[in-house]
């Protein structure tokens, strides 16, 4: 084991997993902290409706805007390393038209379908203006752009500050809020703009590196993807794969709010907050993987290895924190939320398999992008989708928080079988060329 760490790539993915595992650290404190004093504050149905309106916003952003910080990592790492910074810009011009272009789109859209389903996602008539509003948040959102020209460029120290400024500045806002007794209202006024706060912040961190670089120069939205050999596929497949992919997140607590009512997503966030916490690790180290995978030749040993390496070293990690979330899980729903959230510890228990699946799976869509076929992913999250959503109904009716928790652990399970047998049949058929001699070169 001690030679993984003599690779440069390991070292980078280490390095950056670091940074960004102690800016969500830091944040996941404040973040607890936060939903601890809302839900204190506001009871479970309160914070409910607070979780549905964003997530409603989150959802359509989700739905709708481009991966587009993946045209620039998967575009403009290669050739930016290697002197040539036009295949960069060029990529960064084609990522910033297309956060415009469904930013607003996006906007605009969940604007006109909120009237006909907000009654189905469980939120009341009297939060559908302030849900309108929250609303007009979604083109910032959209800040793939950012995003990628700072995991392009290797900054991933400026990312890592996005996640506390936003946790730090909600959680002062909060306890004031918790101290004054205030309304619905007020906490999603915070919720608000503390995420327009973060978002700003990552465009404005990328724009000073840009300039910083000498790179701002000749950049402006555009839709066309000259220069970027099947860049519009590229950018269409991606964008399908990560829209399907929401229906894990905001749509999840959606679709139980419908389903079962706005309490229950109250109980399904707090327990999926305590899950998010033991996979924020292998979040973390995705977003480092990716890049590096993106710089090397896939006919190479190289990076499937470092994808196996990086697979284990993930599994160690989760698996602590999993014994942890076990041993404590109820204790912290009490401690953390109060005793009206006790109910969600059996779902907690299930949701428990997801950090163990995310763990296998992380860096398998990074793998199939390197290979340029980014419709892997796409697939195997069709599948995983398909199987949550269609089990979900009849799940929840049955068995309630725990059914939709089954559901999805079914869901992702189907999903991580899919991108698994996929990948397998990619490497089978690789070109095997080039295997040897560089695999030896670069793995010692």
């Excluded at 760490?5 to 390095?15: G, K, P, Y």
């Excluded at 608000?192 to 670089?213: C, F, H, K, P, V």
């Amino acid at each position: 084991m001690r030679r993984w760490f003599d690779d440069s790539s390991m070292q980078s993915i280490l390095r950056n997993t670091s940074l960004l595992g102690l800016s969500k650290a830091a944040a996941a404190v404040a973040s607890l902290a936060v939903l601890a004093l809302a839900a204190r504050d506001l009871g479970p149905t309160g914070v409910g409706f607070l979780l549905l309106v964003h997530s409603y916003a989150m959802a359509a952003s989700s739905l709708t805007h481009f991966q587009s910080w993946q045209v620039i990592v998967r575009y403009g790492s290669r050739p930016l390393e290697e002197g040539d910074p036009e295949p960069f810009r060029r990529a960064v011009s084609f990522a910033l038209g297309l956060d415009l272009l469904t930013g607003i789109g996006g906007m605009l859209l969940a604007m006109a379908l909120l009237p006909f389903l907000a009654g189905w996602f469980g939120i009341p008539s009297e939060l559908r203006t302030p849900a309108l509003l929250y609303c007009l948040l979604i083109p910032t959102m959209a800040s793939g752009a950012a995003n990628g020209v700072l995991r392009a460029l290797d900054r991933f120290d400026l990312i890592a500050w996005q996640s506390p400024i936003d946790a730090y500045v909600r959680l002062v806002l909060v306890v004031g809020a918790y101290l004054l007794k205030a309304d619905l209202i007020v906490y999603l006024m915070i919720w608000a703009a503390t995420d327009l706060l973060g978002d700003l912040y990552l465009w404005s961190a990328a724009i000073r590196e840009l300039r910083r670089r000498g790179l701002l120069k000749g950049l402006r939205p555009r839709l066309g993807a000259h220069g970027l050999d099947g860049g519009w596929r590229f950018a269409f497949t991606v964008n399908l794969t990560a829209s399907v992919n929401s229906a894990w997140g905001p749509v999840a607590r959606l679709l139980v709010g419908g389903l079962l009512s706005p309490g229950a997503t109250g109980l399904y966030r707090v327990a999926s907050s305590l899950i998010d916490a033991v996979q924020s690790p292998i979040d973390l180290m995705a977003k480092a993987v990716h890049p590096e995978l993106m710089r090397h030749d896939p006919a190479s040993d190289h990076p499937w290895r470092l994808m196996l390496r990086t697979m284990a070293l993930g599994t160690i990690v989760a698996l602590v924190a999993w014994v942890v979330i076990g041993l404590l899980g109820e204790r912290l729903l009490t401690l953390l939320f109060g005793p009206e959230f006790t109910p969600a510890a059996p779902l907690l228990t299930v949701l428990m398999l997801l950090p163990v699946i995310a763990t296998l799976a992380f860096p398998l869509p990074a793998m199939f992008y390197s290979l340029g076929r980014p419709g892997g992913p796409l697939v195997a999250n069709i599948i995983g989708a398909v199987v949550f959503v269609g089990t979900l109904p009849f799940l929840a009716a049955g068995h309630g928080l725990v059914g939709a928790g089954v559901a999805m652990v079914l869901g992702r399970l189907s999903s991580l079988l899919a991108m698994g047998i996929l990948l397998t049949l990619l490497y089978r058929s690789r070109p095997q060329a080039k295997v040897g001699v560089e695999a030896e070169g670069q793995l010692g």
